[in-house]
């Protein structure tokens, strides 16, 4: 499963709300609400720099992929 964390990260460096992180980074607000809500279906390397840049991050800080836990047999 991949986590993104922008949620977390924008409230760390002070934005409070979508619109917030959004007025400020200039991204789309269709683009930040989908990331803020961790429902984005693919990653835009555009939208991944212009994050990582506003919030002075690298992309292991705003993507988490955590591993599928296997059945055992």
Do not use: H
């Not at 002070?14 to 980074?25: C, L, P, V």
């Amino acid at each position: 499963m991949v986590v993104v964390k922008l949620k977390e990260l924008a409230q760390a460096k002070g934005y409070e709300s979508i619109s917030d992180f959004q007025r400020a980074s200039g991204a789309a607000i269709g683009t930040v609400r989908r990331w803020w809500k961790n429902e984005t279906n693919g990653v835009d390397f555009e939208v991944l720099e212009l994050f990582c840049n506003f919030l002075e991050c690298t992309p292991n800080d705003l993507i988490k992929v955590i591993p599928n836990k296997k059945p055992k047999n």
